[in-house]
């Protein structure tokens, strides 16, 4: 199992741009990269999940360079709203049992 | 609507005194999990089911049983509480095992006495 480093917390300001990167020196060839969400007393939700380059969605972006051994989360123009802690996974869908969050990254976006 | 369910959502209960709780998904996935988190230790799996009567023990399982008998449930039982079970449970279920997207109940809150 591929195992992932992320900062343990960052801070922010709202409309700022946020970039969250995480480590995964021993990723697979198989492995894909999913980013999570999570509210306090909440589970966690789904952001994004990328296997190579860039990927975008309606709340976030995903960039993972060629040898794939970090990406980066970023989270454009940051509200209140997007304190929360964000756990990055990494796993493949060839008979991966489980998944393992770490610690993630807690963010707090001040006014 | 999709939807992972759990109860009950708050339960405070004594050491030694048996406990289920329940968790329904609506989404005909096969891969059903339980975690639990406490501070400073992230989410920690429990047991996880792959299939109807197939499940696994996931990283910290002393303690706990569960069962698989019908795809959309997936009980976590304490047969025994103790106090170190005091924690924060949730409940997940994907469309099958691997980095599917993992959608997660909203929560039990346990105290043991």
């Known amino acids: 199992l591929a195992k992932t480093t992320q900062p343990i917390s960052m801070d922010s300001y709202e409309g700022q741009e946020v970039n969250i990167t995480c480590s995964h020196n021993?990723?697979?060839?198989?492995?894909?990269i999913t980013w999570y969400q999570q509210f306090p007393s909440q589970g966690p939700r789904f952001i994004i999940q990328?296997?190579?380059t860039k990927v975008t969605n309606e709340v976030a972006s995903l960039f993972i360079p060629a040898d794939r051994k970090s990406s980066t989360l970023s989270l454009p123009r940051v509200s209140l709203s997007d304190t929360a802690v964000y756990y990055c996974?990494?796993?493949?869908?060839?008979?991966?049992?489980?998944?393992?969050f770490g610690a993630g990254t807690r963010l707090a976006v001040h006014p | 609507e999709a939807q992972v369910t759990q109860n009950p959502r708050y339960l405070i209960t004594v050491t030694g005194k048996k406990l289920t709780v329940t968790c329904s998904q609506n989404?005909?996935?096969?891969?059903m999990s339980w975690y639990r988190q406490d501070p400073g230790l992230g989410l920690r799996q429990i047991y996880y089911?792959?299939?109807?009567?197939?499940?696994d023990k996931g990283d910290v399982p002393e303690g706990y049983k569960v069962s698989r008998k019908e795809k959309r449930n997936f009980p976590l039982i304490l047969e025994s509480p103790s106090p170190n079970q005091t924690s924060l449970y949730f409940c997940?279920?994907?469309?099958?095992?691997?980095?599917?997207?993992?959608?997660f109940g909203p929560g039990t809150r346990l105290t043991v006495t």
């Open positions: 997940a279920s994907s469309q099958r095992q691997g980095p599917y997207e993992q959608y």
């Open positions: 021993n990723i697979a060839t198989n492995d894909y």
């Open positions: 990328g296997y190579k």
């Open positions: 996974l990494v796993g493949d869908y060839g008979g991966y049992n489980k998944l393992i």
């Open positions: 989404m005909n996935h096969e891969y």
């Open positions: 089911s792959m299939n109807v009567e197939v499940t």
